[in-house]
């Protein structure tokens, strides 16, 4: 009770009537309900001054050490950190009609729907909607809010978007950012935020958010002055200042005096708390912490806050110490973290005003030579910009978003290259980005797009109004329906689908909605009339292209781009007079319009459509020119677009356009020749194509360039015959075929099947847009002018040297395309990449190795590159970081600065020469889609070769394709090209095969096979396998295995395949299969199918792939490749597929090395996936089965983690573990846990998977389930450390450990698994004990105790402790209620030895002090331990083996032992359950078992042997004496235990008597049938139980019931189902069924038999469905298995079948259980669900709260405590729940928030009055 009153004293509010006085300070103290005044104290004595002087101080200091929130480091905010509920100051940024975006702090951006404004503004919004009125009378979001005004927003909602982006939105709604005030709470001088809600005769309503207050706000000042400039509107935003306040609270006047807001400071007199700051409010603060990112300052006395390094005044920088006092605004508050932000900028600061006037238009601008000024790696970094002014760049924006990020690279950088994206007010800062694709993107933002300008969009959906399309990431364009097309369609879906790329033209961009409108009407789209952007541009006589959006009697009005409009009256419609003009034309037709008249100004505009000529329209080009194919010209580039290069034509500076794809005949070369190209760069010797529709498209394709020599090429239809062959490009590519372009206007299409040599399935991938392609003509169609082409390259022959032009072309392009970007930039970058060339050797530095095992590298000559290793090109070479190599140059990106290089010695070493005409075996080292990077044999040399020796021959097989590591024979053409840089030029081919045959026999017939030419067709994919048809009809299998050489991990490979593809497959055997789909009658029932490989080694290489399959040797250790067949759950292992012939399994332990993935075998993988996995050993059963592991090891080391499921729980040792390779290993005790804790195995179980740590491999390993054991990479502390020796441990040290066991030499304690302590008697307790027996009834095997160490000896190994007191600090460890005499020290043992010289020791502390002494005793003792092994040796320990029916026997004969063992059978008895343990084993098996009888005759046998080989001698007088002597002391003992009931019978005849006197008792009966067992006679067992349950009394149901469920056990355990079955019948029919039903099933659950059990309980709730305790125990077993989800159901059905009034208790069962067993989130929902309902079950909040602290985190248990305090409940109950709440922080929680709870306590006494006083 001292404890109670001292935290929680009686007190509260005085009910008497006082006079008004004014509000002090006060002082918290730890007393709750008292509060101090500091200026009330009375005068003392002269001598109590100093006294009264240093207490006043100390008060003072533990009042400013009292903090309610605490920061310790100083970060921005981040809008993953950012949570709902967050209040903070905004500034309008951008007002639309619906949405306000906002500038939040940090530079976050928020988004405030009208709605969120205020209720009286919703209200009014509401009504227009229901009453159907027109909105445009609603008063605009403008006229509410203002640009630049600063706003107090709360977070409403964070909501990922459809693009993934989390969009903010945010409310000004009084009522939920002011939530947390109160009228009482109001005071004058604040400063608060609202909304006019209605306006009154002398002033307005303002709503502020608080209950039960008015806030009238006057027209006029007290003295008469206008309070405002400007009348004030419904729902217009305010923030006001709190003049007077009345009525406590209820009314409040206003004002809105900018000045005095701007001066309004918090005070603590306000009582602001951190539940109620406000964003807004001017503090003074003072710094406590200057840091390198912000300051750490306190305010309002007992508040912590954070100052950024954004809102850091840069002024004042230099200025700021610890101690300074400063002005600050608070710009947020979080509610949950108690994170305060505030600032300290001069713009948010007095004498600002709530309105920030300064805005940025730089928005999208791109700058140059920005400087890196301080970096701040969680945050971003600040940047210089050229005229000074500071932007900021996130983190996330200083790399590209899958890029690696390197801080040190960018501030190595001097000068950086930026774009502003925003600008953010709060902080008149710049938001910029360093990302390049941000910054070389063409479209950032909506202003960047002109209206009439063509634009690329990809198509995002279709709805009924139009179709979305995406331009970039922020913008997003609309389609209307009737601009769809040049006519309204029907159904648009099937021309449009999602993800196309397609081209539009710009209508209109509104920027301040951020709407943009185009269309995809091909006549506005193609054409190249002028466009018609404002009326200034329509000058009289000019011809523009429109659409008509309105059909009238008077005419037609016709709509140009940027929403310009003009008017066709109706005499100028047409040139014949007509009525009707909606019958000549439609909304939505696009018309040429001539302008007549136009008023700019009046925006007036006079059209007609009669005028237009054909004359007015060709006089669109200003410039004549003469156009002619094929004609050479010279062109500047004016602009860029996706499509290509818009030029002007010099001289005439004609607009022309050159597609990017007719730069180059290269398809790899065109976009970085776009890339290279720049405005304003010259382009020579580009050819005229074609002109169309006044549009002029030339082309720079050198092959072209070349065909379009003057009678090189046909120029008409007319001219073509069959067999022509002629140049062309690409057009389009469908379904169908190819439609290939030829100069001159012609275009012929290729069919699918005259597209290549090869089977193609699907036209997609063979040849792409702007490809370059030789065709044959093979169909002409005179009447409608349409030819066929052919493609195949058999059909297009080419001459010999032609790969080698265009290889030394496509080289020339890519010098020139490096040369242009280096001339054009000055950076290092570029003059670095220009400086080296492929061959060249480098000195490099090896750094980090990435996840794909390529490796980077680092070299001063190229600083600024970054220089990459694959994992190929690194093999056999040393990649220790920092190590120094030689590297060749093989490939350099001028587009993503990257160099490829190769590590490898063949490569690095010196060159050696080469002879013209020699042929060479070359290894391809690096590959792209144009060009391959070779190695010329063992020469040294590097070179390039084309990919192809054909224009048409794109498409490859795999095996046909240039990939890394792939040979090829070549022969050198020029040893040294200068063309190829000073590379030798060569020819190559692929290596060739040689044609083979294999043969298979498939249903009675021989199928030959022609290895290097079987063409076969995917006809199947399975996961595993892919079935493919052969030529001749038959089906023919491809195991996964031989689809790739070397498939990624991960992948599926037979997914790479498509149905209906044509493969290159050889035969390597066949299988026999069997077959299901007809009757075996008519078909036979199994058939071979043959088997192919795909794999490229095995089709083009002369080997025996035959011999290879079957002579593969797997070695253990070895890493292969396998693929996933199926998980088996039965036998818990993992099948895989290794090849054709070979498969392995994983055992569940070697799957994974993660728990959680060890619960969820099955979804760890699926079918037809390639892992990696290493052979453990080949099967002893089986030669075709490997043993596998997934665990990345093929045996157990020390220190390796693995998975391990418990095998057996020994109390005395430890847990037994299974482990991966049939291993089994030990876990002590001590190895457990970092903590000790008591009863450290009850929360294992048999079959519970862990994860473990090998320690030592010894003959068993020692396992250790610590998790600084597991983690030893994370160094994790340990409360109890492992001690590895005695020599770790020091004199005077405190540890902990476990009792092992107790004997005369005193407590033995276990502190590791290899040092065990010794504590003697004395060092034990203060009490005088005599007999150690007395600690074995307090101190069990494995409790946990804290021992002192008194004395080490490592050499001896012996180690002494001490559980003293005195010595541990802890209670002594016998109870004070056993009454033992303290023992005598010091001063008082001395005197009392004095007194009893002769007096005799205590025989346990004698023993301990004279072992050794006395050989005699010694004798007597090693006698009495004989003595004692023969008797364990007969009675097998107890605890060692159960049986289920647990029977006692006593092991000595001592009255102690005997109230022992009653005592220990009573307690099991009050358990519930009837516990007698025995001395025989129920598991054990009949043979293992030795029969009572059998020990007696082998030692009377040898006692037999000993007297036939000595005589015995002749015996003394006193010897007979003595004999005779000791037989009457045998008769007189049995005599005493035939007296006495309790003693221990020996044999039947001993049962038999003993049951004669208590035949209804159960024990004596299950006694009687253990002894039995024991000696392996199981059916006198039972015989034994049919006579008990005939004997004992039918009264006795108990007694009864006890022998039912042993005779139940014993059939379990011994018997048959069918034994077990009859016996349970009988049971259930002489008692009580549900009984019977629970012990039952009980005895399947422990026995393991899950199925049985789980049978039964279905049962048993269908039987008893209105005892709740069934639907308990079956929703037990349901949760103890791991199935929550039936738990959930059984729940569900158990409502529906008990009466209401159990709903409560069933739930809170179950929801224990879940906490127990189950999911904790689900437990918690389920009573939350209760307490919803019952709120006052104080019973049941407090189970809720023991459950919380036992399984969640503190965060949670705090809460449910706030939550229960706060109850309408008595005030006892509410204080029993602040005395928990306050024993919770004393134990977990800090200062701090103990004086939190305290005054908690203190405001709910407050609140409640006399009622808490009494």
């Known amino acids: ?651 005439e500076e004609v607009p022309a356009l050159i597609p990017t794809e007719h730069l180059s005949d290269h398809v790899t070369n065109c976009p970085l020749l776009w890339a290279a190209l720049q405005e304003g760069d010259t382009i020579s010797d580009a050819v005229c194509l074609r002109k169309n529709k006044q549009s002029i498209t030339l082309s720079k394709k050198p092959l072209l360039m070349a065909a379009l020599e003057p009678g090189a090429m046909v120029t008409a239809f007319s001219e073509l015959r069959v067999g022509v062959i002629m140049l062309g490009w690409v057009k389009s590519i469908m379904h169908f075929g190819v439609f290939v372009d030829f100069p001159h206007g012609l275009c012929g299409l290729a069919p699918k099947a005259a597209m290549s040599d090869k089977f193609i399935t699907d036209t997609a991938g063979v040849f792409q847009v702007g490809q370059t392609v030789l065709a044959k003509v093979t169909n002409l169609d005179e009447e409608k002018h349409r030819f066929l082409v052919s493609l195949k390259v058999s059909d297009v022959s080419s001459a010999e040297g032609d790969a080698q032009a265009r290889l030394i072309q496509g080289q020339r392009e890519r010098r020139a395309i490096l040369d242009m970007m280096t001339s054009r930039g000055d950076t290092d970058l570029l003059q670095q990449l220009s400086s080296i060339s492929l061959g060249d050797k480098l000195k490099m530095t090896v750094g980090e190795t990435k996840e794909d095992g390529s490796v980077s ?343 390796t983690v693995t998975m391990g499921m418990v095998q057996e729980i020994n109390p005395q040792k430890g847990l037994v573990l299974k482990l991966p390779f049939g291993k089994s290993g030990l876990a002590s005790l001590t190895d457990l846990s970092d903590t000790y804790t008591d009863n450290p195995l009850e929360q294992y179980k048999e079959g519970q998977l862990f994860r473990c740590c090998v320690v030592k491999t010894n003959k068993t390993l020692t396992l250790s389930l610590r998790p600084s054991r597991i983690h030893s990479e994370k160094a994790l502390p340990a409360v109890d450390v492992d001690i590895g020796s005695m020599s770790e441990l020091s004199e005077g040290q405190v540890v902990r450990g476990y009792v092992k066991n107790i004997g005369e030499m005193g407590i033995f304690v276990r502190l590791s698994r290899s040092v065990i302590g010794r504590v003697l008697i004395q060092n034990a307790t203060n009490y005088f004990v005599t007999n150690h027996e007395i600690f074995t009834e307090h101190l069990p095997p494995n409790t946990l105790v804290t021992a002192k160490v008194i004395h080490v000896d490592a050499e001896s190994n012996r180690l002494d402790l001490s559980l003293l007191p005195d010595d541990t600090g802890k209670a002594d460890v016998l109870p004070e209620s056993l009454g033992l005499p303290l023992r005598l020290k010091g001063k008082d043992k001395e005197k009392y030895d004095r007194k009893n010289p002769k007096r005799k020791r205590s025989v346990s502390e004698s023993k301990q002090d004279e072992v050794g002494k006395k050989k005699k005793k010694k004798k007597q003792k090693k006698d009495q331990k004989d003595r004692e092994e023969k008797e364990e040796a007969k009675t097998p320990q107890a605890e060692d083996l159960d049986s289920g029916v647990d029977v006692y026997f006593r092991e000595e004969e001592t009255d102690k032992a005997r109230k022992r063992g009653r005592s220990k059978s009573a307690a099991a008895q009050e358990r519930g359950r009837l516990q007698v343990p025995s001395a025989f084993c129920w598991d054990a098996a009949l043979n293992s078992l030795q029969p009572a009888s059998a020990a007696d005759i082998t030692y009377e046998s040898s006692s037999e042997e000993e007297g036939d080989q000595s005589k015995p001698a002749k015996k003394s007088r006193r010897e007979l004496e003595q004999e005779r002597q000791e037989a009457e002391r045998k008769l007189s003992r049995l005599e005493s235990e035939l007296q006495d009931p309790s003693a221990r019978p020996e044999n039947s005849s001993q049962f038999e008597r003993l049951l004669l006197s208590s035949p209804d008792s159960s024990l004596l009966w299950l006694q009687y049938m253990a002894f039995h067992l024991q000696a392996t006679q199981v059916e006198q067992a039972r015989a034994v139980a049919e006579r008990a349950l005939r004997t004992i009394s039918f009264r006795e149901e108990q007694e009864k019931l006890n022998v039912w469920v042993a005779l139940l056990n014993l059939e379990n355990m011994y018997g048959t189902e069918e034994s077990l079955q009859r016996v349970f019948e009988r049971a259930v029919q002489y008692c009580e069924p549900m009984p019977v039903y629970q012990q039952l099933a009980d005895i399947y659950a422990k026995s393991g038999k899950v199925k049985e059990a789980e049978s039964l309980y279905k049962n048993m709730v269908k039987r008893f469905k209105q005892e709740k305790a069934v639907w308990q125990s079956y929703g037990s077993f349901l949760l103890r298995q791991g199935q929550t989800d039936a738990a959930n159901a059984l729940l569900q059905r158990a409502l529906q079948s008990l009466s209401n009034k159990e709903h409560v208790d069933l739930i809170s069962k179950f929801a224990r259980l879940e906490f127990q067993y189950g999911n904790s989130e689900r437990a918690k929902a389920m009573f939350e669900k209760v307490l919803s309902s019952y709120p006052k079950r104080t019973d049941l909040w407090s189970i809720f709260i023991d459950l919380t602290m036992k399984h969640s985190s503190q965060k949670d248990v705090r809460d449910l405590f706030d939550r229960v305090i706060h109850l309408s409940v008595s005030v006892k109950k509410v204080k029993f729940f602040f005395k928990r709440y306050l024993d919770y922080e004393k134990k977990h929680g800090t200062s701090e928030s103990i004086q939190a709870v305290k005054q908690k306590a203190l405001e709910y006494v407050d609140s409640k009055g006399s009622e808490a006083t009494n």
């Open 1 to 651: 009770m001292a404890s109670i009153e001292e935290d929680f004293p009686r007190g509260g509010s005085d009910s008497k009537a006082s006079k008004p006085k004014a509000v002090k300070p006060c002082v918290e103290v730890d007393n709750l309900f008292e509060t101090r005044e500091p200026g009330t104290k009375k005068k003392r004595k002269a001598d109590n001054k100093q006294e009264d002087k240093e207490k006043g101080k100390a008060w003072k200091t533990e009042a400013d050490g009292l903090k309610l929130n605490a920061a310790t480091s100083v970060d921005i905010l981040h809008l993953k950190n950012l949570k709902v509920g967050t209040v903070m100051l905004g500034s309008v940024k951008e007002i639309s009609d619906f949405e306000v975006v906002l500038g939040l702090p940090n530079g976050l951006k928020g988004y405030l729907p009208i709605s969120g404004i205020c209720d009286a503004y919703n209200k009014i919004l509401s009504e227009k909607v229901d009453t159907g009125d027109d909105l445009e009378d609603v008063v605009s979001p403008s006229h509410l809010l203002a640009p630049g005004l600063l706003v107090r927003c709360i977070v409403s909602s964070l909501e990922p978007s459809k693009e993934g982006f989390i969009s903010l939105k945010v409310s000004v709604n009084p009522k939920e950012v002011n939530k947390e005030l109160s009228s009482s709470f109001l005071k004058a001088g604040m400063t608060l935020g609202g909304c006019v809600e209605s306006v009154e005769d002398h002033g307005f309503l303002i709503d502020i958010g608080v209950k039960g207050t008015k806030a009238f706000l006057p027209k006029e000042t007290k003295t008469g002055a206008k309070s405002f400039k400007q009348d004030l509107k419904v729902g217009q935003y305010v923030t006001a200042l709190l003049e007077e306040v009345q009525s406590s609270g209820r009314v409040a006047r206003l004002s809105l005096d900018p000045s005095a807001i701007a001066q309004a400071c918090a005070e603590i007199q306000h009582g602001w708390t951190l539940g109620s700051l406000l964003p807004g409010l001017l503090v003074q603060a003072h710094i406590k912490k200057v840091t390198a990112h912000g300051l750490i300052v306190t305010f309002l006395s007992s508040y912590t806050g954070t100052v950024d390094f954004m809102h850091i005044d840069p002024d004042k920088l230099s200025t700021y110490a610890v101690g300074n006092k400063v002005n600050a605004r608070i710009l947020y508050v979080e509610p949950s973290s108690r994170l305060v932000g505030l600032s300290l900028r001069s713009h948010l600061l007095p004498p600002s005003s709530d309105v920030l006037n300064r805005l940025s238009t730089r928005t999208g601008e791109v700058l140059h030579g920005c400087r890196m000024t301080s970096v701040h790696h969680h945050s971003g970094a600040l940047m210089e910009l050229p005229d000074g002014a500071v932007a900021f760049v996130h983190k996330n924006q200083m790399k590209e978003p899958k890029e690696e990020f390197n801080m040190n690279r960018q501030l190595a950088q001097p000068e950086h290259t930026l774009r502003i994206m925003d600008y953010s007010p709060l902080e008149q800062m710049h938001l910029a980005t360093l990302r390049k694709s941000i910054i070389n993107a063409t479209f950032f933002s909506y202003s960047d797009i002109r209206v009439g300008q063509l634009i690329e969009g990809t198509v995002q959906g279709l709805e009924r109004y139009g179709m979305h399309v995406k331009i970039s990431d922020h913008i997003k364009g609309l389609v209307p329906r009737i601009h769809l097309a040049d006519v309204v369609l029907s159904n648009p879906e099937k021309k449009f689908k999602e993800g196309m790329r397609l081209m539009f033209r710009v209508l209109s961009v509104d920027l301040l909605n951020k709407k943009l409108v185009l269309t995809r009407k091909k006549a506005l789209v193609e054409s190249q009339l002028p466009v018609l952007t404002t009326y200034a541009d329509a000058r009289p006589g000019l011809v523009f292209l429109g659409f008509i959006v309105c059909i009238k009697d008077f005419g037609c009005i016709v709509r140009f781009y940027g929403g310009i409009k003009g008017l066709v009256p109706m005499e100028e419609l047409t040139t014949e007079p007509t009525i009707n003009a909606q019958g000549l034309f439609y909304i939505g037709q696009v018309v040429k319009a001539k302008v007549l008249r136009c008023d700019a100004e009046g925006e007036k505009l006079l059209l007609s459509f009669k005028a237009v000529t054909q004359g007015d329209v060709q006089q669109v080009n200003t410039a004549k020119f003469a156009f002619e194919v094929g004609k050479k010209v010279e062109a500047v580039v004016l602009r860029k677009d996706r499509t290509g290069l818009e030029v002007s034509i010099l001289p």
């Open 857 to 1199: 590298l680092i070299s001063d000559q190229l600083c600024s590159v970054t220089v990459l290793a694959s994992k190929y090109h690194t093999t056999d070479v040393n990649t220790t970081p920092g190590h120094q190599v030689s590297a060749a140059v093989l490939h350099v990106d001028p587009v993503t600065s990257q160099v490829h290089v190769s590590l490898l010695p063949k490569l690095t070493g010196k060159k050696k020469k080469l002879d013209k005409c020699s042929r060479h075996t070359a290894t391809v080292e690096y590959a792209d889609e144009d060009f391959a990077v070779i190695s010329v044999g063992n020469t040294g040399h590097l070179t390039v070769v084309s990919t192809t020796t054909h224009l048409n021959e794109t498409f490859r097989f795999e095996s046909e394709k240039l990939s890394v590591d792939r040979n090829l024979t070549v022969t050198v053409t020029e040893p040294s090209c200068e063309d190829l840089g000073g590379q030798c030029l060569v020819t190559w081919q692929l290596r060739g095969t040689r044609h083979e045959r294999g043969t298979s026999e498939s249903k009675g017939q021989k199928h030959c096979y022609d290895v290097g030419l079987v063409a076969a067709e995917v006809k199947a994919i399975k996961p595993l396998h892919v079935l493919v048809t052969l030529p001749d009809g038959d089906l023919g299998s491809v195991h996964v295995s031989q689809i790739h050489e070397s498939p990624r991990v991960g992948s599926f490979p037979t997914s790479s395949l498509k149905i209906g593809s044509k493969v290159k497959a050889r035969f390597i055997g066949s299988h026999e299969v069997r077959g299901y789909n007809y009757l075996p009658f008519s078909h036979q029932k199994c058939f071979t199918l043959p088997e192919l490989t795909l794999l490229p080694s095995k089709l083009m290489e002369d080997v025996n792939v035959q011999s290879q399959e079957n002579e593969r040797k797997y070695t253990p250790g070895e890493e292969i490749k396998c693929f996933i067949s199926k998980y088996i759950p039965e036998k818990k292992y993992l099948e895989l597929a290794v090849s054709l012939n070979i498969y392995g399994t994983v055992e569940l332990l070697a799957m994974t090395t993660k728990l959680r993935e060890a619960n969820h075998p099955h979804k760890l993988f699926k079918c037809g996936q390639c892992v990696t996995a290493k052979v453990v050993g080949v099967s002893s059963k089986n030669a075709q089965q490997l043993n596998l592991s997934l665990i990345g090891t093929h045996k157990l080391k020390q220190g």
